[in-house]
T-cell receptor, first 112, second 116 residues
Framework: QKEVEQDPGPLSVPEGAIVSLNCTYS??????FMWYRQYSRKGPELLMY????GNKEDGRFTAQVDKSSKYISLFIRDSQPSDSATYLC????????????FGAGTQVVVTP | NAGVTQTPKFQVLKTGQSMTLQCAQD?????MSWYRQDPGMGLRLIHY???????DQGEVPNGYNVSRSTTEDFPLRLLSAAPSQTSVYFC???????????????FGAGSRLTVL
């Protein structure tokens, strides 16, 4: 069983809707949680990172972490066609190197 | 400021051939790593380096070799290519934001490798 599970989608939403993405994980040692966005045939780029439980907001993006449930979420408000991409969650235990475990990614399609 | 530069972008090899994927970063990051990305599998760590002269294995190291002679460069060598190594390869350099324990990766654009 994978340490990080993520629904591959695709998730199709109309422009302006809220996109809701999530990952579950099994390793209780994970403390750092990140979301990357990957456009087709490009490298992933960091959207947000959070530490431990709680919420973090950055513009239209909100990341939530629930360590008790081993569940993290990313919400995208007022979605735009330019948000169409694959979203990868990643997490680490925060040791000296902090090797990341990635989810497989969820493909999001925002239709005009 | 180019960030992380990978070459080549595309490569086709025959089984048994060897090749080197190049990676260079200009951000003076100590940490560099190589991942492969396969459908449904996510990104998997092949090898990583915490500084010049120091490398270690990741999750899927077999069939690959790395070295780190400078801070800037981290090449990945395929010793004897196999069809199972058909994948998209990403190099990343990373830093830890001040006051946090997070390890934030900056990725290159990727190298698409097909092994026939």
């Amino acid at each position: 069983q994978k340490e990080v599970e993520q629904d591959p989608g695709p998730l199709s939403v109309p422009e302006g809707a809220i996109v809701s993405l999530n990952c579950t994980y099994s390793n209780s040692a994970f403390q750092y949680f990140m979301w990357y966005r990957q456009y087709s045939r490009k490298g992933p780029e960091l959207l947000m990172y959070t530490y431990s439980s709680g919420n973090k907001e950055d513009g239209r993006f909100t990341a939530q972490v629930d360590k008790s449930s081993k569940y993290i979420s990313l919400f995208i408000r007022d979605s735009q066609p330019s948000d169409s991409a694959t979203y990868l969650c990643a997490m680490s235990a925060g040791d000296s190197w902090g090797k990341l475990q990635f989810g497989a990614g969820t493909q999001v399609v925002v239709t005009p | 400021n180019a960030g992380v530069t990978q070459t080549p972008k595309f490569q086709v090899l025959k089984t048994g051939q060897s090749m080197t994927l190049q990676c260079a970063q200009d951000m003076n990051h100590e940490y560099m790593s190589w991942y492969r990305q396969d459908p449904g599998m996510g990104l998997r760590l092949i090898h990583y380096s915490v500084g010049a002269g120091i490398t270690d294995q990741g999750e899927v190291p077999n069939g690959y070799n790395v070295s780190r002679s400078t801070t800037e460069d981290f090449p990945l060598r395929l010793l004897s290519a196999a069809p199972s190594q058909t994948s998209v390869y990403f190099c990343a350099s990373s830093y830890s934001p001040a006051g946090s324990g997070a390890n934030v990766l900056t990725f290159g654009a990727g190298s698409r490798l097909t092994v026939l």
